[in-house]
């Protein structure tokens, strides 16, 4: 299997390189274009669920069961659903370097970027079929346009995958390929027809699409383990086995994870620019003409913009040195790695609630003990990609971290460093709530004061990091 | 010089590959990031400019005038500058492997990320000097940062390019370094003083940085014509020349331009999934239930949609072949197609222009001519890439484009497509708004169709690129 950082050896070379190679590399640019918008179009969708309004009379507690819900489940369902037409992308076997395949590979393409408006549909009108069918339809269309790749592919042999072109079974391959494509497509196909009779079961197949290979892999597991029989794929199948420890390209599930964390960090700046600029008639009235004063009414949101940049900036710096020392990725340190940035790609909305409710009572405690839970996910799912890692650790990681490596222990302080101090907020809010009314009466400007605390501590954690290492 | 490729080549080798690479493999990836993190924030400033409200009621080109210049500005300032920060980046010269040096680049990173932040205070309040002020101060502190990288890596040779390390006259290129590095920062001290004297004199000295070092280029040049002598640098000194043929790494002008259009391409999706899920009690009240009632009133924007898709798809395909048959990029080159990006980023608006104004008369028409400018110049730079590339042709261009080569007319045809199609139908709009009161007063509807003709050429021009190659 040619990995990304292998294909980028070859251009730019001068005369040579483009005769041999321009189909890799043509093909090298269209995935790097993909793998961009993938992983946009995955964190994006959390902008509608930080853009909705709350109330600040009603409780955070309610307000976010009754609104966000559906948008939540919209954006985690973008996001699994996403990550997993990236891991099982076609493009794997494939050298896209005609036109045609070009504008086939676009329309697929297309019609991912489309997949978030049909959650959206679904969301909101739960008991419409309408949803449910395009996104089927999608699905099946895409199912269609890979197959139309695949076999016009094996027909023209040049344009696959080095591996495939001096394999002898051929045939073979395109079989389990295909097999491998039109899986989720036929699910979707039973999952439309039985919209029409029972749409609670579509649901249910539609989630068990998302976990399919993983559900099939187990299920295979199980069987062999029953049966005591062990049906063993020829070694050098490694496409798509959904094996747990199947090798996963190193490079590019970082820059997957690097486009993520990019978008996380940008987001934030974008609300800044949009809803924080005063209207020039509203600093005239009410501040006097005095452009100073009208901004330090937003100076709870630059502290939280800072706040949220440190944060985003050093999960990413955690996660850069985790992936430094890890010399292996297997598919199962993939999904980890996907849950975490489903978390990561939920700052945003963090970062939306700790501002929304500067001076409140309980709302402002509610919204930092789910910007806490937020980032303890998020560095939980970092920590365990280093404890699988461990299990296999001859082969997954580097010497220095191994047990009784040098750097072990300052790994596993990184890599708990956020989910502990996460842990420790949320059970400080804890404490603080049931003295929320009391305090009320006392110092009812408290709370506002805390923030700052809290969001002190992302600045105060830079030292600690720089002394780990 | 080394290329991200080469970098690139070395991870996940295995058990040796950490201990000698791990230095340039941290830095990659903390480029890496910072690449994607700059394309973001460059393209996605586009948002506030189309997320502006147009009335239906008054003449567009007054409403264009009077709301959006100023966001337009903002748009294209911060795309400049945020370029210009792309290009001259320190990260050229220095590895920054240290925790220190990671946390000082992130550091800048936020800084950059908060200068559209400034430019938007300049744009609503352009007699106010706080926004000069803070732009200079986020100007200086990174030019002091920058500095602090500089000094400290040269003090610690082993972090420094290869390049740099094997040269013997260190110490004059920490000066020129240095030099280049702090010009900039200089000149926004300059401007931040001159505010308090004479604001307008410092919006000429913020426009001359970002174009400073072509200035200060040809000035030099204009020099040694004068005086008729030739001052030569030594020839390795290639970095910070900003010499119009200064090679650029064609790697990471592909990378950013990918970003920029994956970003384009998300950016319409978003708005679809926020603004056209209906409400379920409306669907309700208006349509007595029935959702496909209720979204064929979207249809228009659905076909707006995937032609801005495809218009985005289509600009990337010519922008890859261009690249696909370039072999050596320079900066004149990077010049141009950051103005042809900056006018790709300006895409989202011309989608919510054309879908704004359906039925309506005079609106609708000039909506459609926005939109054929900014695609006119998005294809007419690309065109103009490849014409510079014709200049050097034996340097630049693979043998297949240059003058005589099989492809060379099929890529004039290419790249030609888009500008003659966009120029063709402004000129028709133009000769359609003189009728538009004889057309309004025969048949009023006659608008809306001409919107889906000029969709419809977006995907007519599929099989005529196919036919092409």
Redesign the interface.
């Known amino acids: 299997k040619m ?4 294909v ?2 070859n ?2 070379g ?2 040579m ?2 005769l041999g190679h ?1 189909g890799t ?2 093909s090298h ?2 995935l ?2 993909s793998d ?2 993938i992983s ?2 995955a964190t ?2 959390i ?2 669920v930080a ?1 909705t309004k709350m109330e600040n009379n009603e409780e955070l507690r309610e307000s976010v069961q009754l609104l966000l819900t559906t948008k939540i489940a919209v954006y985690l369902m973008t996001f699994l659903i996403v990550t997993v037409a990236w891991a099982a992308h076609i493009r794997w076997v494939i050298i896209i370097s ?3 395949l ?2 086939l590979f ?1 329309a697929c ?2 019609l991912i ?2 997949l ?2 049909t959650f ?2 679904m969301a ?2 739960p008991e ?1 079929i ?1 949803g449910i069918l395009l996104f089927c339809g999608c699905v099946m269309v895409m199912g269609v346009i890979q197959s139309v790749i695949v076999l016009y592919a094996f027909s023209r042999p040049f344009l696959l995958n080095e591996q495939i072109q001096i394999s002898e079974n051929q045939t073979y391959y395109k079989h389990h390929i295909l097999k491998v494509i039109m899986r989720v497509p036929i699910m979707c196909f039973f999952a439309s027809i039985f919209s029409f009779i029972f749409f609670q079961l579509s649901y249910v197949l539609l989630a068990i699409v998302i976990f399919l290979p993983y559900i099939s892999r187990s299920l295979k597991w199980c069987r062999n383990k029953a049966i005591g029989q062990v049906e063993e794929t020829p070694d050098s199948m490694l496409f798509y086995t959904y094996l747990p420890n199947e090798p996963l390209s ?2 590019r599930v ?2 997957f994870s ?2 993520v ?3 996380v ?3 934030l ?2 609300d ?3 809803d ?3 209207d ?1 008639t509203v ?1 005239q009235k009410q501040f006097g003409g005095s ?2 004063a009208a ?1 330090q009414v937003y100076g709870p949101e630059y502290l939280a913009y ?1 706040g949220s ?2 944060t985003v ?1 050093l999960l ?2 955690v996660h ?1 040195s985790l ?3 890890v ?2 990725t297997t598919r199962f340190m993939g999904l980890l790695n996907t849950f975490s940035l489903a978390f990561v790609g939920g700052l945003p909305l963090a970062y939306q609630l700790t501002h929304e409710f500067p001076h409140n009572s309980r709302n402002e405690l509610e919204a930092i003990q789910i910007s806490c839970v937020i980032i303890f996910f998020a560095g939980i799912f970092q920590l365990a990609i280093w404890v699988v890692a461990l299990y296999n650790e001859q082969e997954s990681l ?3 971290v191994r047990y009784g490596g040098r750097e072990h222990i300052f790994m596993l302080a990184k890599l708990s460093l956020y989910p502990c101090v996460a842990l420790g907020t949320f059970f400080l809010t804890c404490i603080l709530s049931k003295f929320t009314l009391l305090r009320l009466v006392f110092c009812p400007d408290r709370p506002d004061h805390r923030v700052i605390v809290e969001e002190g501590d992302d600045e105060t954690r ?1 030292p600690f ?2 002394l ?2």
Chains 1, 2 share one sequence.
């Open positions: 990995t990304p950082a292998e980028a050896v251009p730019a001068g005369e390189s483009l321009s590399q043509s640019r269209l790097a274009y961009a918008l946009i179009i994006v969708m902008l509608p853009h005609s036109i045609l070009s504008v676009q393409m297309m970027t489309f978030p408006y959206s549909l909101t009108f419409h309408l190193k490079d970082e820059a690097d486009g964390y990019a978008i960090a940008t987001l700046i974008l800044i620019c949009e924080n600029v005063p020039p600093v452009l100073i901004l800072f940049f440190a900036g990413w710096f850069h992936f430094l020392h010399t292996k580097h010497p220095y830079v990091n720089a780990v290492t």
